[in-house]
């Protein structure tokens, strides 16, 4: 298998003006985050993106994106085309993660391929393609359930302490006896 070399995406949030409590914090995590950050016009901001291999850019999106993605005026590109910002934040979240744990995607799509990792550019399409159609599939699941000590006692029907204690009377009455004090003699005594 060949490897495909990793190529680069720009993603362009462009956010504001708002009049939401959080817009300033916004504009702070624009600016000081590592996007390149230009202001368009009074409260309007571009933020832009490049993808590459470096997980700080892909926290610094995501992070961006989980404050402004659901303003009005909030609008996220990939190269030019306009996406979902729901998708890019959690394809930030997922590429960021990926990348920290492995140093490149190690994503499993024996389900098929996520609308998040369509935008992504750690995507191996053909990686991808070849989990779906079969040929790296999922190890299989393996589950033991094991009965403990008490349980396999009361199948061979032997009968512990615990259950011994218990056997004798069981039920609860329908009305609380008079000896038990009642809920309303209390509530009528004060």
């Known amino acids: ?37 230009r202001e368009l016009g009074p409260g309007r901001y571009r933020v832009s993106f490049l993808l590459g291999a470096e997980a700080g850019v892909y926290v610094g999106l995501a992070r961006l994106l989980q404050r402004v993605r659901a303003w009005r005026a909030t609008e996220v590109y990939l190269e030019r085309e306009l996406v979902s910002g729901f998708h890019a934040r959690e394809m930030a979240w997922c590429a ?8 490149e995607c190690r994503f499993r799509f024996s389900y098929g391929v996520f609308q998040r990792c369509a935008l992504c550019p750690l995507l191996e399409v053909e990686r991808a393609v070849r989990d779906m159609v079969g040929e790296n599939p999922l190890p299989p ?27 004798g009377d069981w039920r609860v009455p329908d009305f609380p006896p008079p ?11 004060g």
């Open 141 to 167: 699941l393996m589950v033991e359930i094991q009965s403990g000590p008490r349980l396999r006692a009361l199948l061979r029907g032997e009968r512990d302490e615990l259950d011994q204690e218990c056997a």
């Open 179 to 189: 000896e038990w004090g009642g809920a309303g003699e209390a509530e009528s005594s």
């Open 96 to 103: 960021s993660s990926q990348l920290k744990l492995f140093g």
């Open 1 to 37: 298998m060949v490897r495909v070399p990793l190529v680069e995406r720009r993603v362009t949030v462009e956010f504001g003006p708002s009049r939401s409590k959080r817009f300033g914090k916004a504009v702070a995590e624009a600016q000081g985050g590592p996007g390149e950050c």
